[in-house]
């Protein structure tokens, strides 16, 4: 992937005018300060995005430049609290960040997510006051970059069997194996790893890029997230100090507990991709003629429109209550797979069918929707399958795993 920068990517002159469509008057549920966020982070998207995401999708580039914007904008851990660096906002705020970078694009939306939930959160959550002090207010800002590594390249929908190991050598740890569809990974100055020690137990553990031994290839050739960069951690002996190891829990249930977080944040970014997608195709149907008059005079289309719209205000319904009860601390993993698994759904059927409306000119870069359509054929698979989720509910509800 080439690493261009601000000033070489081509800024296209787009017309973005788009406006959420808000049949249910979902807009009045929305307090003051969670509607300036989200119009704030729409004119973001607006001018910082729109402008080059083709380019940058055609191309597989990575827009380095934005990492320092998403900063400034104060993308990067919105729930985090101000005296780390965060913006000590609501989970329903976060979630409006999260919908309208994904209105702009998955990939960005991903970069953000991984380093708000996955990297952020669990160093708030899970490490040392010295931790949180050094690492959260670069991460808030964009000064750092960071990545989450869970998946492996044998283990992915079962990371209880990883194979990352993390021995004890005294006055320090030693960190051996490799992780592989990272976001971020290869432009990562830090990274948020999962390894088992010598009991068996998931230990989280922070590797800073120039550790001897620590190396990020990129992973080369996706059709799906092209403007995010993704790659694999490789741990060859590499020595860690014990103070990078994060103390506030461990186990399984740590690194779940940072993708309940990013899930959460996935439901509502799937909205904004579904919303993108909808206005597009609304709006073309209307100035399309065929036979005579606008295609959105005919019944068949009519039916497409209907029942996206219903499907993203169910979605948006769904996400305002979620945020709700994320709010009074009260949401479970189940619900927040039943959002995540429901709003990628629809985002993609939308997006299937918003394509069709625009016949030929769906296809192309003209339009965004054959960018999300791919983007979301990898937001359907990571941060739990779809199928998974529809397990995490099937636990919930019989009390019986179907996972083995
Ligand atoms: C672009 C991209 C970015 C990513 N970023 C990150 C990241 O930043 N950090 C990170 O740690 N990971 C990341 N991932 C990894 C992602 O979370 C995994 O791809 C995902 O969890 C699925 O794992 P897998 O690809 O190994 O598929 P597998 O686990 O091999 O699954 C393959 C298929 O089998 C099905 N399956 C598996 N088990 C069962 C079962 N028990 N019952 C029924 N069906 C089952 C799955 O649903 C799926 O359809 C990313 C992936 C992609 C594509």
Known sequence: MNMLTKE?????????????PDFYDIDALLTEEQLMIRD????????????????????????????????????FGPSIPETYGGGGLDEISY??????????DSGMRSTVSVQSSLVMYPIYKFGSE?????????LASGDMLGCFGLTEPDFGSNPSGMLTKITDAGDHFILNGSKMWISNSPKADVAVVWAKNEAGRIKGVIVERGMEGFTTPEIHGKWSLRASITGELSFDNVKIPKENILPGKDGLGAPLMCLDSARYGIAWGAV????????????????????????????????????????????????????????????????????????????LQIAREARQILGGMGITQEYPIMRHMMNLESVITYEGTHDIHLLIMGHDITGIPAFQ
């Open 40 to 75: 704030s982070v729409r004119q973001f998207v607006k001018k910082e995005i729109s402008p080059i995401i083709e380019d940058c999708c055609e191309q597989a580039v990575f827009p380095e430049h934005i990492v320092k914007a998403f900063g400034e904008l104060g993308a």
């Open 130 to 138: 010295e931790q949180r002090k050094k690492y959260l207010p670069k």
């Open 8 to 20: 070489n990517i081509k800024k296209k002159v787009v017309a973005d005018d788009f406006e959420s």
């Open 95 to 104: 979630g409006l960040i999260m919908q309208e970078i994904e209105r702009g």
């Open 272 to 347: 904004g991709a579904a919303m993108s997608c909808y206005e597009t195709a609304r709006k073309y149907a209307s100035e399309r003629i065929q036979f005579g008059k606008p295609i959105a005079g005919f019944q068949l289309i009519q039916k497409k429109l209907t029942e996206m719209l219903t499907e993203i205000t169910k979605a948006q319904l769904i996400n305002w209550r979620l945020g709700k009860l994320k709010n009074e601390g009260k949401a479970t993993t189940a619900q927040i797979s039943m959002a995540k698994r429901n709003n990628v759904e629809i985002a």
